[in-house]
């Protein structure tokens, strides 16, 4: 793996560090509140609306702070939104403390913590060209990556961890501790000032959209991944897998899900030889081609379970289905991490820098509502058909959609990194 950025940057190590740490703080509260969310109603369905809830403010904050980033000094937006953040956890750890039942303000502090990290979130992808060389980026890209794989592996399971063993209360204000050790890295960055003379106001937001118009280049590595989340995300259907399937209870569905973030940092591990690629519309193609063969590999591999006759019991394993399983799951994680290292680093250097907050603005709709698309494809196709079927035709269609992708746009198959064009 190429550590230069952390080597040449102090300013960004300290902002990659306590980006992992503030990351996994967020983690924490968000499995924590769900868990006790659940524990006060008894309800799934009360559980589905903290993340229903925060969906809308998300995405609007998400798309119009872009302009914010393009328009102000990229560290005092970041210290202003984190603060604003912080009072999310600060609220749900006094809440817990004196074992405050009422569900709506957990669900008022959540929504306020999923807005304002919409608009941390576009400030940071706008920041990190700034720290570091234009050569170095899919370095960042994969250190970046890491990062995102640490969150999602660790948080999780610290909160499983903390809740079992001190309670919420305790839980909450550790995630309070964490974001100090964030707040750390952003307070401590230089003066990021916009260029370019971005202003707030309608004008600035279709100005962005006419630049998105315009690129192609950006545009197709981005409805790639749209393609690549609307079908072929499984982790809806690990439940029933777990359930049907392999045996063994939660724990089984755990390994399943934690095995995608395995594979995306043993990926970003192993990427010290990207930064030597050029090619980076090839590499997003090709990667999320082999993404959707091993989306098929899975569904085929589900497709043999359902027709192996052994009995599931929920307190033993099918142990060589779940390490096959898991394997698949984390080499289809590897190859969207792969796509996703290029296809950052494509945004991050084609995009002229009085855009970069507001591109990512739109691109917090594809990460917000991509997830969700995927998960309402899998689900309702498995629940009408089987538990393979929608794999296997979400792998054919991811296919399908790259190949004409890769056919249709030669400028995006030819796009070099040494030379970014948007």
């Avoid at 280049?217 to 690990?238: E, M, Q």
Wanted: charged share 10%.
């Amino acid at each position: 793996m190429d550590l230069s950025p952390l080597r040449e940057s102090p300013a960004y190590l300290r902002f990659w560090i306590s980006g992992i740490a503030g990351g996994i703080g967020v983690q924490l509260t968000a499995v924590a509140i769900g868990i006790q969310v659940y524990d006060i109603s008894g309800s799934t369905a009360a559980v589905a609306m903290v993340g229903a809830l925060a969906l809308g403010p998300m995405i609007l904050v998400g798309i119009l702070g872009g302009t914010i980033v393009d328009a102000f000094d990229r560290r005092k937006v970041l210290i202003w939104a984190s603060l604003v953040a912080l009072i999310a956890p600060v609220g749900i750890a006094i809440l817990a403390w004196n074992d405050v039942e009422t569900l709506w303000m957990y669900y008022a502090l959540t929504t306020l913590s999923s807005a304002a990290g919409s608009l941390v979130g576009a400030a940071r992808f706008a920041i990190h060209p700034r720290l570091v060389r234009r050569e170095l980026l899919p370095a960042v890209a994969a250190l970046s990556a890491i990062s995102a794989g640490l969150q999602a592996a660790g948080g999780p399971a610290l909160a499983g961890i903390l809740v079992a063993t001190v309670g919420y209360a305790w839980t909450y204000t550790i995630d309070v501790m964490l974001f100090m050790v964030g707040f750390w890295g952003i307070i401590s960055l230089p003066p990021i000032k916009p260029q370019g003379g971005s202003k707030l106001g309608l004008k600035a937001l279709k100005e962005g959209l006419a630049f998105l118009r315009g690129a192609v280049n950006l545009r197709t590595a981005i409805g790639l991944h749209v393609a690549a989340f609307a079908f072929g995300r499984p982790y809806a259907i690990f439940p029933a897998v777990g359930a049907l399937l392999i045996g063994g209870g939660a724990w089984t569905v755990g390994l399943l899900t934690a095995s995608g973030a395995v594979g995306v940092i043993i990926s970003s591990l192993l990427s010290g030889r990207f930064g030597g690629v050029r090619r980076h519309g090839a590499a997003i193609g090709y990667s999320t081609m082999v993404f959707s063969v091993f989306v098929a590999l899975l569904g085929a591999a589900t497709l043999w379970l359902e027709h192996t006759d052994r009995e599931v019991s929920e307190h033993s394993a099918n142990i060589p289905a779940l390490i096959l399983l898991c394997s698949l799951t984390a080499l289809i994680g590897a190859a969207d991490n792969v796509a996703g290292i290029f296809r950052t680093t494509m945004m991050q250097s084609a995009t002229p820098d009085q855009f970069r907050g507001r591109l990512q603005g739109v691109y917090t709709l594809v990460l917000s509502a991509g997830p969700r698309l995927g998960d309402t494809y899998i689900g309702f196709v498995a629940a009408a058909a089987t538990l393979w079927f929608p794999q296997l035709l979400g792998a054919l269609l991811i296919l399908l959609i790259a190949g004409i992708y890769m056919r249709l746009r030669p400028g995006f198959r030819q796009y070099d990194g040494e030379n970014p064009v948007p």
